[in-house]
């Protein structure tokens, strides 16, 4: 099998758009929390998701030990947010820019995001650079913003949505 080169699968890469969030963990091994687009659904019986975390990332070591992650989806307004935890800044100082509250994991849950995912790991494969965890959702949070921050094409952009069922963002 012959791959790709790196750089021409990630130019291709570039072209998906995605939503923005970031996985926070707390418990024995402390705090942490990065930025991520590669999350998505898996299965909805039992409420399961995965994220994909680089192992060369600062968060790896927490987010592996704690078994705990919370996925907080971005909301527009949390774009310096994401760049925050996109790297190089220490933990704490990630921290001190929002808002935090704890659901059923003690993960941290971002006072005003979109949705908040509180899982506790199931499963780690490992594949190549990255782990992929697959999480079980124990409890989630809803805002009534539907402006969502999004990444596409190197560069972060908006998409609102407007639904009737819901109650409007008071942010
Ligand atoms: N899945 C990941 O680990 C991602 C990591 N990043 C990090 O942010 C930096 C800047 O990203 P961009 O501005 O989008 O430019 P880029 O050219 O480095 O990446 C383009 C696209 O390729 C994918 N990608 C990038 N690095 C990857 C990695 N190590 N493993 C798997 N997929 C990867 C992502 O879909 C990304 O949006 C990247 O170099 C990377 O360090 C960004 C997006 C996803
Ligand atoms: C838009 C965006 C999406 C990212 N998505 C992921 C991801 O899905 N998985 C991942 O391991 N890192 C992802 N990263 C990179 C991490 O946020 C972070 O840069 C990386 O963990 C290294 O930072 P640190 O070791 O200084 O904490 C993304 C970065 C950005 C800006």
Redesign the pocket.
């Known amino acids: 099998m012959q791959d790709v080169a790196p750089q021409d699968y990630?130019d291709a890469?570039?072209r998906?758009g995605a939503a923005v969030s970031i996985v926070t963990t707390d418990g024995g091994a402390g705090r942490a929390g990065f930025t991520a687009?590669?999350i998505c659904s898996v299965t909805d019986d039992p409420p399961t998701l995965l994220v994909?975390i680089?192992r060369g990332s600062s968060a790896y070591a927490g987010v592996t030990r704690n078994k705990v992650v919370c996925v907080n989806v971005l909301s527009a307004r949390h774009e310096p947010l994401s760049r925050l935890f996109g790297g190089k800044v220490p933990a704490e100082e990630r921290f001190a820019a929002a808002a935090w509250s704890t659901l059923e994991t003690g993960a941290p849950v971002l006072a005003d995001c979109a949705a908040a995912f509180d899982c506790r790991i199931a499963d780690i494969v490992n594949v190549g650079?990255?782990d992929v965890l697959f999480c079980r959702v124990v409890a989630v949070q809803k805002s009534g913003c539907t402006d969502n921050l999004i990444?596409f094409g190197?560069a972060y952009h908006t998409v609102g949505v407007t639904d009737p069922a819901e109650p409007g963002c008071s942010f």
Do not use: D
């Open positions: 990630r890469m570039a998906l687009s590669a994909c680089n650079t990255h990444y190197r």
